[in-house]
Structure formats: structure tokens, C-alpha cells
């Protein structure tokens, strides 16, 4: 007499189970990868907009501060030595809270040119003034920490270059035809001159990897003046 087969459910074999949980890590490993790659490219999309944003807000801050540049008796207006652009301004809160000095340069840090803006305190006196100056061109030769407290940091920058607008036509601040009484403060009150120039075009190297790379131009055309340069 032939037993009857047994009707008890067949399970998974060894073999079996080891090819689901490989197929399982296989899938896990593809969803990481596809997981972190797109963490990656948010983090790097939110980057180059915070690059963006930020070097938007520096040439923003940078026309605000040629906008508020005021020429008074006997005191430098604004000033390009070839290293950084000094100027003095009105402070941002009121004619109340005195003036202000502001200055822009080009500096390595961490092996790596940028582009940094230096604010000093609210100035009301002709002395403090001229300190304020004086501490502006010292911090963007040889800064010590306490020049460096003033400072920030704008964006990264390969090379800079500065020109005025006088005479109907755009050149170097430093060459000789630049060079006129009207960069003199003295000379220019006696002869009634504002050393104050019609325009100046900021020409901005962005180093490569960032958000925005090659050459930047932008102008900026002095308030009074009753047309456009470029």
C-alpha cells in the first residue's frame, strides 16, 4: 500500500533566500545613490544661489556706497591707490549719526583672492576722519585683527580694475591724464571742481567654480550727472 504524498507547504530553500536578500541590497544600494545624488545636487544648486545672491548684494552695497559719497572741504571724497577704492560717505542711518569711511579691495585668503568691503564707525570730526582714512589704507595693505573686525567678505575675485569717467572719456585713475587738479581736495574747492568723477566703471575676474565666472562690468554714473555712461 502507496503512503499519500504529503501536502505540507514547501518553503524557500537557502539558495532562494540568499538571491532575495541580494536582489534587496542591490535595490537599497540604488535608491542611496539615487537619494544622495539628488542631496547633492540640491546642495549644490543652494550654493550657487547663495553665491549669487551674495555677490547681487555686494554690487548692490557697492553703488549704494558711490551713491552716498559726499565731497566736503578739505577731505578726500574718494580716493583709488591701484590696491583698494576709498571713499567717504554719508552714514546709512542720518546726517545725524556723522559720516562714514568705506573701503573696497582685493585680498588672498586661504590661498584665494576675494573681494572685501572695510566700513569704519560713525566719524564726527575732521580727525577722526582722517584717522578713519589713514586705518582704510592700512587695512587693505597690512590688516591686523582689529582692521580685520570691520571687514566682510564679499565673493571670490581673480583681478579687479578701476576707471573714472572725466573729460568724456573713461581712464585709469593712476595714469597721468587722470592725474588732474580735480583729484586734488584743496585744488579742487579753490577752483570749484568736485573730486567727485562723473563715473566709475568697476571691472570684476571671477575665478572659475563659482556660480558666475569670467568678467563682470558694472558702471555707475554720479547722481548730478544728467545722462547715462557706458
Known amino acids: ?3 499519500a504524498p504529503s501536502t505540507r507547504p514547501r518553503g524557500f530553500t537557502l ?6 536578500i541580494s536582489v534587496m541590497a542591490l535595490l537599497a544600494i ?14 549644490q544648486t543652494q550654493t550657487r544661489a ?18 552716498a559719497v559726499v565731497q566736503i572741504p578739505q577731505v578726500s571724497a574718494i580716493d583709488w591707490d591701484g590696491r583698494a ?4 560717505r554719508r552714514s546709512t542711518t542720518g546726517p545725524s549719526e556723522g559720516l562714514l569711511v568705506v573701503a573696497w579691495a582685493r585680498r588672498r585668503i ?11 564707525p560713525p566719524l564726527r570730526s575732521r580727525g577722526e576722519l582722517q584717522q578713519a582714512w589713514d586705518r582704510a589704507a592700512l587695512w587693505a595693505q597690512n590688516p591686523g585683527d582689529e582692521e580685520k573686525k570691520h571687514e566682510v567678505v564679499i565673493t571670490g575675485l581673480d583681478e579687479w580694475q578701476i576707471f573714472y569717467f572725466r573729460s568724456d572719456a573713461w581712464t585709469n585713475p593712476l595714469s597721468s591724464d587722470a592725474a588732474s587738479p580735480a583729484l586734488n581736495p584743496a585744488i579742487a574747492q579753490a577752483v570749484n571742481i568736485s573730486t567727485i568723477p562723473d563715473g566709475v566703471r568697476l571691472i570684476l575676474t571671477l575665478p572659475t ?14 547722481p548730478t550727472m544728467g545722462g547715462g555712461k557706458s
Open 85 to 88: 577704492l576709498r571713499m567717504t
Open 209 to 222: 567654480g563659482q556660480a558666475l565666472s569670467g568678467v563682470i562690468t558694472r558702471d555707475w554714473v554720479r
Open 30 to 43: 540604488l535608491s542611496w545613490r539615487g537619494l544622495d545624488g539628488m542631496a547633492r545636487a540640491q546642495a
Open 50 to 67: 547663495d553665491e549669487v545672491l551674495t555677490l547681487q548684494a555686494g554690487l548692490a552695497q557697492w553703488g549704494a556706497d558711490l551713491d
Open 110 to 120: 586661504d590661498g584665494a583672492g576675494k573681494w572685501l568691503r572695510w566700513q569704519s
Open 15 to 20: 539558495i532562494e533566500l540568499m538571491v532575495a
Open 1 to 3: 500500500m502507496r503512503a
